[in-house]
């Protein structure tokens, strides 16, 4: 399936730290300003064996002097699901991005993001999406109809494809701009 993809954007960490903290993650909070909480810090690669929250939080104190919260233990599986994939598959090396959508969001309204879980942050997102996608939003949302999709992780999916045509373009910047790599070499940065 993703044989023929030039890029992938993905919500989701690549590449992670065995500890401290990913320079990706501290300067996407910078750029958010108050909406700095929607990003949260990239879990260690040492962390993602822990089999419940507590012993999580046990790693996260020992290995950063801070813990972690319920929300950002719930994504574990996901980010160790895309460690292991883009680890192991080296086909996409060069075409597998993480992106964010509220800072992708950010780069195209260039002015005061609102809150997605208000109902004027999704109007605002909604009408950023149609202005790059006219008309695709109505039609996605009538394919998924049914479907357990929440409207901002629809929302989330059209800003990563907005970051992924940037890609594409050669017009996308990434947080930081020279990134460091992992333990593996994977590039660690969020881009927009």
């Known amino acids: 399936m993703l044989l023929g993809c030039q890029v992938i954007a993905i919500d989701c960490p ?5 500890s401290g903290f990913r320079e990706a993650d501290q300067l ?12 949260f810090p990239a879990p260690l690669r040492p962390m993602l064996d822990s089999v419940d929250y507590a012993e999580a939080s046990r790693h996260a104190l020992r290995l950063t002097g801070k813990g ?6 719930n994504i574990f599986k996901t980010v160790s699901a895309v460690d292991l994939w883009r680890r192991s598959d080296r086909s996409v090396a060069g075409r597998a991005f993480e992106v964010h959508p509220e800072v992708s969001f950010l780069e195209i309204c260039r002015y005061g993001l609102e809150s997605k879980h208000t109902a004027s942050g999704l109007v605002q997102r909604m009408l950023l999406v149609e202005r790059h996608f006219p008309g695709q939003l109505e039609r996605a949302a009538d394919q998924l109809r049914g479907q357990p999709v929440k409207a901002d992780d629809l929302l989330d999916a059209f800003a990563a494809l907005w970051t992924a045509r940037r890609i594409l373009a050669g017009e996308a910047v990434s947080l930081p701009s020279a990134p460091p790599v992992d333990a593996f070499g994977i590039p660690m940065a969020i881009w927009f």
Not at 14 to 18: E, K, S, V, Y
Not at 68 to 73: E, K, Y
């Open 68 to 73: 972690i919260s319920q929300q950002a233990f």
């Open 14 to 18: 690549i590449g992670l730290m065995d």
């Open 28 to 39: 996407a909070r910078y750029r958010l300003g108050a909406r700095r909480s929607s990003v």
